[in-house]
């Protein structure tokens, strides 16, 4: 998307790197909450709508909190899942994209949560379970053959998890809305934007493998042990030696410090492209007989 690729460049430098990390302590720090005494999140950190508009606006933030469970052995389980899967999306994307995905996601569930109380008049305590497993649909969207252990035993592969997610979702949704509680159903579709706005609109959600992390280090290796080979391009009237250069349209790091450059898994040979044309041009196939 190319204008997530402007935003990138532009805000890039302030995205929050190792998001998941913090999120995960901010988890701990709402289990330990909860085992002090639970009426300390539901009466001052739980999103209550009409308590905000009471002007209790931390409650826009401090509800993200609450624990996705109340057993210390499957919180340890969950939280070491949501930080592998979210640092391998913060890999995959880069920081900035991955900080818009889970911000917006947050955004989305206050969203909900507020259409549920302009229907019912009630505050819901959702945390934000919804975020959390679009997390998981965007990694089984990037990497579908990652297998997981179903009961620590059965190998499962990531794509048939998240499908069966999506269905189990779907069926929430229809059974809500013909039940009466389409307040309910379109809580859920709008929790879960984030996940559909990146899927249908962006295509960072290409299919890769594990192997793409491996061979994305290896070039990073080799452009650093190369940095004083690099690319030789004209800046300010004199030869200077780079070590990104796009083979489209030629720009560097010199020409703004902001650009980020990636190589292809696709093209045939070491050809590196900034953001704007990375997903955009057309890959270099060696002719037959080479």
């Known amino acids: 998307m190319n204008f997530i690729n402007k935003l990138n460049r532009k805000f890039g430098k302030y995205a929050i790197h190792n998001l998941m990390l ?4 901010l988890y701990a720090l709402g289990f330990f909450l909860q085992t002090t005494d639970p009426r300390i999140y539901t009466e001052f950190l739980m999103l209550d709508v009409e308590k905000v508009l009471q002007g209790q606006i931390w409650r826009l933030v401090t509800f993200i ?5 109340d057993n210390i052995l499957f919180l340890a389980i969950a939280l070491f899942m949501y930080y592998s899967i979210g640092t391998a999306l913060e890999n995959a994307w880069g920081a900035f994209r991955f900080n ?4 917006s996601g947050i955004l989305f569930n206050i969203l909900a949560i507020v259409i549920i109380y302009l229907v019912t008049g009630v505050s819901v305590r959702m945390g934000i379970t919804y975020l959390n497993n679009s997390l998981f649909l965007a990694f089984a969207a990037l990497f579908p053959n990652v297998q997981f252990l179903l009961f620590y035993i059965i190998p499962v592969k990531v794509k048939y998890l998240g499908i069966l997610y999506g269905v189990v979702t779907l069926h929430s949704i229809y059974t809500n809305f013909i039940g009466g509680y389409y307040f309910i159903s379109i809580g859920i579709v709008v929790s879960l934007l984030n996940f559909l706005i990146f899927f249908f609109s962006s295509r960072n959600f290409r299919s890769v493998s594990p192997n793409e992390f491996k ?14 080979t690099g690319n030789v391009v004209e800046f300010q009237g004199r030869k200077t030696i780079t070590r990104h250069k796009c083979a489209i349209c030629g720009r560097t790091e010199l020409d703004d410090e902001n650009l ?5 898994s696709k093209c045939e040979g070491n050809y590196e492209y900034c953001m ?3 997903f955009t041009h057309e890959h270099v196939k060696k002719p037959n007989g080479d």
């Open 22 to 25: 913090y999120i995960v302590i």
């Open 65 to 69: 909190i609450l624990p996705p469970g």
């Open 100 to 103: 818009l995905y889970y911000f």
């Open 215 to 228: 061979r994305k280090a290896e070039f990073k290796r080799k452009v650093r042990s190369a940095k004083n």
């Open 260 to 264: 980020e450059f990636r190589f292809c």
């Open 276 to 278: 704007d044309h990375l």
